[in-house]
């Protein structure tokens, strides 16, 4: 267990809906990070928040937002929906000390499918 | 331009033998980390080992040992006496210093191995 939780595990949405993932970091850790893991593009960053401020983007695209709050949780906001928005969502969370030996420790994702 | 190449897509090993899965990398900068994240059937990314850049001595842990050669950019993963519980996806990834604003982990597009009984 690596100690960050993902919520929910599953969704099966619509195409146009808007949806919610939610991430609790391991205790501790200030920074978290935000993959999209698809068959075709493999593991893409998303966007990383270090103690509630944006601290570095990926390719996130528009329709999708997302933020951390005061008691460090993040929330990916997911919204208009297409077919092709279908992927594993991973939420990472760190402790930044300064050195390179900062690890990535991930949750167990939430598998989206948009039909 | 890619940060991490894996050019194996797929890997197969008998049980109770070695392995090694390759992973070349590119930066600039002179300080930097490597990592090996396992994924299995169950979708987890698990961290395995660690190598910094200034290290002298390659990265062990357990049965899994990171053959860093810094010249020829590549952080090859070796899993000894392998076991049916290694098949998996592996991931290379590295993190270089931008300090903390633009900080990004890279990540290769991951090799899959199957160990066969």
């Known amino acids: 267990d690596s100690g960050v939780t993902q919520t929910p595990k599953h969704l099966i949405t619509a195409t146009g809906q808007r949806v919610t993932l939610r991430c609790s970091p391991r205790?501790?850790?200030?920074?978290v990070y935000w993959y999209q893991q698809s068959l075709d593009q493999g593991l893409q960053f998303l966007i990383q928040?270090?103690?509630?401020?944006?601290?570095a983007k990926g390719n996130i695209l528009e329709r999708f937002s997302a933020q951390q709050f005061p008691d460090l949780h993040s929330e990916l906001n997911l919204s208009s929906l297409e077919l092709g928005d279908s992927a594993l969502y991973f939420c990472?969370?760190?402790?930044?000390?300064?050195?390179?030996?900062?690890?990535?420790?991930f949750g167990s994702g939430t598998q989206l499918s948009v039909l | 331009a890619q940060k991490i190449t894996q050019t194996q897509p797929g890997m197969f090993v008998q049980e109770k033998e070695a392995v090694t899965l390759d992973c070349t990398y590119d930066?600039?900068?002179?300080?930097?980390?490597l990592f090996w994240y396992k994924q299995p059937s169950s979708g987890e990314m698990i961290f395995l080992i660690y190598?910094?850049?200034?290290?002298?001595q390659n990265a062990t842990e357990g049965r899994y040992s990171l053959n860093f050669q810094k010249a020829r950019k590549s952080a090859n993963l070796v899993i000894s006496a392998s076991q049916l519980g290694d098949s998996a996806m592996y991931f290379c990834a590295m993190r270089d210093m931008r300090g903390y604003t633009g900080n990004q982990f890279y990540f290769g597009t991951g090799t899959s191995l199957t160990v066969i009984p």
């Open positions: 990472a969370s760190s402790s930044p000390k300064g050195g390179t030996n900062e690890k990535l420790f």
């Open positions: 928040y270090y103690n509630g401020e944006e601290r």
């Open positions: 930066t600039s900068d002179p300080s930097y980390g």
């Open positions: 205790s501790g850790d200030l920074s």
């Open positions: 190598q910094g850049s200034y290290d002298q």
